[in-house]
């Protein structure tokens, strides 16, 4: 049984990770009508990975006989200027993710939930990776500057573009 607190905490959680999946959305539609289709398709990728992200949590929430409420999400903004610009809002997006499940997780030991806070492990692990994967990007985006050419195989490669985090034990999977 979840305390009010963690199952607020947590339908909190649920409303930034589908906000997610529908900011990468929008970042995925204007990077495809702008022609990067590798870019486009790491972020459909990645938008469907926060979607997955959201239904964790849905699950979890119920089946500890809690409430999972699935809010109306903000409509994200529709242009990016560049695709700079995009990833500069990707990263600082996910840092502000990776502190609210860091929230979350301080929220759990307060209460001392410690089934809540062992779930919340897989989040702080996830986190680590994408934040180090958007980090990543942007080193590589600083480093081609105005090179087209090197913005060809930016955008040939990004899908291929992964990060195993320190805190993983050996395997890529999600
Ligand atoms: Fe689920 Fe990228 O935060």
Known sequence: MLSKKV???????ILMEGASSNFYLAMAVWAEQNGYSGVSDFLYKHSDEERFHMLKLVKYINERDGVAIIPAFQAPTTNYGSVKELFEKLYSHEVKVTQSIGEL????????????HNFLQWY???????EALAKTIMD?????????GAWY???????????TSSAD??????
């Open 7 to 13: 199952e607020e905490a947590l339908n909190e959680q």
């Open 105 to 116: 997780v301080g929220i759990c030991l307060d209460e001392r939930d410690f089934t809540t």
């Open 124 to 130: 702080v692990s996830e986190q680590l990776e994408e």
């Open 140 to 148: 590589k985006i600083k480093l081609m500057g105005s090179d087209s």
């Open 153 to 163: 195989h930016f955008d040939r490669d990004i899908l291929s573009l992964t990060v």
């Open 169 to 174: 034990s050996g395997s890529a999977a999600k």
